[in-house]
């Protein structure tokens, strides 16, 4: 696992040899920490690449604090829908703010889902529902973030300090907060030794097995501790309950004797470890959020001001404190140390609409946590987005299972070109098996259309070929040709060169 985690630094065949292989967490580790900062830098992007890992760079966005007005809520919640952020949704706050209005508290989750339609992500939620904690928790300035490392736990008691009584009450509704989301947030914590700061693992397995009831996306919460056991610890405990966010959080929570070398190694350890998983962070100095973006963070928890998300990323030790309004620093952060590619830095609200569209065409039952060929189809977010308004509003022209009926029916048949050699193109490929004679498989990245040949012949009967990046000789070596993208603007390109291609658009 060394010499080839060494190859895949400067090479994707050699990373893509390395998704088809049994990873073993300790031997991925170990294999990174010998690696230079530089090093690891580079592995990490290499796997943040389709199809070795997701490739998207973006905001989640912490809205809510105990202490604001239920108006201030909402429009915080409009403003992030209105980006295209995704809502991190504090469950405790929501309940505080709630009942500040004599509101049961899943009433004002309600609110929200009804004016907003990107993903909610759900946290601090318990066995009963949300968890619930007194003032000096809640209103809490950031102490340890203010102090920075080591952490020594929790001065306040955070966990110890719940409300256990007070959220006994919520249990009737806890299934439908559940409902509402789109993702659910466990702390894995615990097996990293981290008893003050968290609840019990048990807790944790609880509340996945309701996430995983109502298909729902689960996201774990781990530190990078000392840079070695303890990501092992965390690594180990979230594969094992099949999480599909990874969330590291340095921060006073990096022990490590080299922070900056821990936090690239753990992200880049993740992005090897989790094909098909979110690698990203809720806590990381600026200093970390930024080496983390060049190893392969695909996204950073931050906040409005008041939430504690505000301050947890972004800042530095002396300056992370309650009020900080991180959203707009981290998103400059982000400008800074990401290169724009086929998607903005971060993603926008059109990127979130054409993620919806590829798995609405794609259909849900074929699309990640399903895999074809050596890996997933998509990505997590491919598992969150059908449990929002998003994808309820957005409409493809058809989806996978009318080309087979257009197949069937001989409107497809022969060779067949498909424009586009990421996940859609998987579904149709493997859909229509069998029902024509072979692909010509064409992508503008030759990389990308050498793996996708890989991959599909590994599974298909029929032929796959590549089509050399030419997107005209495909068309003419071709019976049918089909559009794969679901992103209009170049949907509409491919369609103006060739009329007769099928859309799905």
């Known amino acids: 696992m060394h010499d080839i985690i060494r190859e895949a630094i400067n090479d994707p065949e050699a990373a893509w040899e390395i998704i088809k292989m049994d990873r073993n967490v300790t031997e991925v580790v170990d294999a990174v920490s010998d690696l230079s900062r530089e090093d690891k830098i580079k592995l990490g992007a290499t ?13 989640i966005v912490g809205t809510c604090a105990s202490d604001l007005e239920r108006m201030d809520l909402l429009g915080n919640c409009m403003v992030a829908d209105a980006i295209g952020a995704t809502i ?9 703010i709630a009942e500040n209005y004599g509101m049961r508290p899943v ?24 968890m619930r904690f007194p003032p000096s928790i809640t209103g809490c300035g950031g102490q340890c973030y203010l102090e920075g490392p080591p952490f020594e ?41 981290a008893d003050t700061h968290a609840a019990p693992l048990s807790e944790a397995e609880e509340v996945l097995e309701i ?26 405990a979230g594969l094992e309950m099949g999480v599909d966010v990874f969330v590291i959080e340095g921060g006073p929570f990096n022990l490590a004797g080299n922070r900056l070398d821990a ?63 991180g959203l707009p620093r981290v998103m400059k952060i982000m400008r800074d140390e990401v290169p724009a590619g086929l998607t903005p830095v971060p993603v926008q609200k059109p990127q979130l609409e054409a993620l919806a569209a590829a798995v609405k065409a794609s259909g849900t039952e074929n699309v990640y946590p399903e895999r074809i060929g050596y890996t997933y189809v998509g990505d997590a977010h491919w598992a969150c987005l059908p449990s ?47 029902l024509v004679d072979e692909f010509i498989l064409v992508d503008r990245d030759p990389w990308v259309e050498s793996v996708t040949v890989d991959n599909l012949s590994s599974e298909l009967k029929s032929g796959v070929h590549g089509g050399g990046s030419d997107d005209r000789r495909a068309y003419e ?20 060169k060739f009329t007769d291609a099928i859309t799905l658009l």
């Open 107 to 130: 009433e004002l989750m309600r609110d929200v889902r009804e004016i907003t339609e990107v993903p909610l992500d759900l946290d601090h939620f318990g066995r009963y529902g949300p």
């Open 263 to 325: 936090f690239a190694g753990a992200v880049a350890a993740a992005r090897i470890l989790t094909p098909g998983k979110i690698v990203a962070t809720n806590g990381a100095y600026e200093d970390e959020c930024r080496i983390g973006l060049r190893a392969g963070l695909n996204a950073i928890i931050t906040g409005f001001p008041r939430n504690h998300h505000g301050y947890m990323c972004g800042y530095s030790p002396g300056t992370a404190r309650r009020g900080r309004f």
């Open 477 to 496: 070596l071709a019976d049918s040709s089909v559009i794969s993208t679901t992103i209009p603007q170049t949907s509409a390109g491919i369609s103006e």
């Open 88 to 96: 991190h949704v504090c469950a405790y706050a929501f309940a505080d």
């Open 211 to 236: 996430a995983r009831k109502h298909g729902k996306g689960v996201e774990a919460i781990m530190f990078v501790g000392d840079g070695y056991d303890d990501l092992i610890s965390g690594f180990e």
């Open 388 to 434: 929002t308004p998003i994808y309820e509003r957005v409409r493809v022209k058809r989806d996978v299972n009318g080309l087979v009926e257009m197949a069937e029916a001989g409107e497809i048949s022969g060779t067949v070109a498909v424009f586009g050699a990421r996940f859609v193109s998987w579904v149709i490929a493997k859909k229509l098996d069998g």
């Open 153 to 193: 736990g929790c001065p306040r008691e955070r966990i110890h300090s719940r409300l256990i009584d007070r959220e006994k009450e919520s249990l009737p509704d806890r299934e439908e907060w559940v409902e509402l989301a789109s993702s659910v947030a466990v702390n894995l914590t615990p097996v990293q030794g």
């Open 47 to 59: 796997f943040k690449r389709f199809p070795l890992g997701c490739d998207l760079t973006e905001l």
